[in-house]
């Protein structure tokens, strides 16, 4: 009775309280006739992305962006939204682990248990398009990019990678490229060596280094990803761009010779590796680069915003870049976007965080610290450092490809297929094993 009577005093006044809260931030937004702490979503003004509102609520944002080389970006960027929308609670409900390793996981469960998050990250093409579009649990949001003006602010390219039967469905945060072989300068100008462009090269160059008693190429593949990530960039080099394309249309088999001359390139290159690579991730891979106690990485562009970001390096100077062997001219695309999924409790915050993270403003705060280049095409090229200059410049030239590891290329039940088998094959060698394999996963899961 005794405790009874305490827990209700406390609920009046907490409930007192409330009301007092709520009044007071009436007084100061003035516009939330509701008075319930909630986005009403009706009075916000859309489509000006410098002006503060008035809105209120909390955003949660999903996304695997934490630690080293991964969250600075998502930071910069949260702050940019919480100074024009200072009424709006960020949670930021990120899930460690490279590549979505367990955000995925996480929010396939989260998903299926009818319980979205407000946004979320997901890669551009086949993971947003045959993933939660398919499943009918994305909203479009083609009204958006009609208001703001957006169809001819992001390359037409990467709009068709984000859209369904006519519909957008997501906003482009950046543009990393996957085929990016990283160097340290002070190694290769030690020994002499050039960056390799070409697979001979490459061999050349990673025999000298070995015969030198130095690790010619960094790998961390305790999460899985990194192999395929690896594997795909191979897959571009060996095949060129049509000829990995048609593997995503069935025009070209897994078990091709050209495919197994692939893996045989994808083996050798798996000779030149660190011993201990099961026991790293990239960020470890990468940093064996940066300290000189290997002299290659192959990796997508987070690496370069782990380098400059979070190690302070300089490009050019501290490390070099190119693109991997026999890939010059062409750009492995994996993009990150942001949509809005069915059912959220609040969905004009989603739509101001995604009018935030579309604008030149949002993508310039995150791309320069991320590593990634901006999606939009009218950025302000003079906020990234000269890997970010370059890579732009690049974009614009080359011919753009899908991420396999990323997700872009093919549905996911065959990216996780792909991605056993070829781990399966970096202890075994099995080139046989890993053909059959990827060519059964093609069977199964790409139309
Ligand atoms: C990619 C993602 C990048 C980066 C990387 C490493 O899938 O697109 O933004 O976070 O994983 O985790």
Redesign the pocket.
């Known amino acids: 009775m005794k405790k009874f009577t305490l827990l209700t005093i406390l609920s009046i006044i907490l409930a007192l309280f409330m009301v007092a809260c709520g009044s007071d931030e009436e007084e100061t937004t003035g516009d939330d006739q509701n008075g319930n702490g909630d986005s009403n979503g009706q009075e916000e003004a859309a489509g000006d992305n410098g002006e503060a509102t008035a809105e209120e609520g909390s955003l949660e944002i999903f996304?695997?962006?934490t630690g080293a080389?991964?969250e600075a970006g998502l930071l910069a960027l949260i702050d940019l939204f919480e100074e024009k929308h200072p009424n709006i609670e960020v949670v930021n409900a990120a899930v460690a682990?490279?590549?979505?390793?367990n955000a995925q996981a996480v929010l396939a469960s989260r998903m299926q248990g009818n319980d979205p998050p407000g946004t979320f990250?997901i890669?551009g093409g086949a993971a947003l398009n045959t993933g939660w579009v398919a499943a009918g649990r994305m909203e479009p949001i083609t009204d958006l990019y009609d208001s703001e003006g957006w169809h001819d602010k992001f390359p037409q390219d990467l709009i068709d990678m984000v859209t369904s039967d006519e519909e957008i469905y997501s906003v482009p945060v950046?543009i990393?490229r996957?085929n990016v072989l990283f160097y340290n300068v002070e190694i290769f100008e030690e020994h002499g060596l050039e960056a390799p462009t070409t697979f001979d090269e490459f061999y050349e160059v990673a025999d000298a280094l070995q015969a030198a008693g130095v690790t010619p190429l960094a790998l961390g593949d305790r999460e899985s990803?990194t192999a395929l990530h690896l594997f795909e960039t191979i897959l571009l080099g060996s095949l060129g761009a049509d000829g990995y394309n048609a593997l995503w249309t069935r025009d070209l088999d897994f078990d091709s010779p050209e495919v197994v001359e692939a893996i045989e390139h994808f083996h050798k290159f798996l000779t030149y590796v660190n011993d201990d690579h099961a026991a790293r991730n990239?960020q470890d891979a990468a940093q064996m680069v940066a300290q000189g106690n290997a002299a290659m990485n192959i990796m997508?562009d987070?690496a370069a915003g782990y380098f400059a970001t979070d190690l302070e390096l300089e490009p050019n100077v501290d490390f070099g870049f190119v693109p991997t062997p026999n890939t010059t001219g062409k750009f492995m695309v994996?993009?990150?976007n942001f949509g809005l999924p069915k059912d959220v409790e609040n969905p004009e915050i989603v739509k101001d965080f995604l009018r935030v993270l579309g604008s030149v403003e949002g993508q310039d705060v995150f791309n320069p610290l991320?590593g990634?280049i901006p999606a939009r095409v009218d950025a302000d090229v003079s906020k990234y450092n000269a890997y970010g200059q370059q890579t732009i410049e690049d974009f614009r030239e080359a011919v753009l490809t899908p991420?396999l590891?990323?997700?872009s290329a093919a549905p996911a039940g065959f990216v996780s297929q792909a991605d056993q088998a070829v781990n399966i094959f970096v202890a075994s060698g099995n080139v046989d094993q890993l053909v059959q394999a990827l060519q059964t996963a093609a069977e199964q899961n790409i139309q």
């Not at 682990?97 to 390793?101: D, I, L, N």
Request: hydrophobic content about 30%.
């Open positions: 996304s695997w962006w080389g991964e682990g490279g590549a979505g390793t990250q890669h950046n990393h996957s990803w990239w997508g987070w994996v993009t990150d991320k990634s991420s590891a990323h997700n």
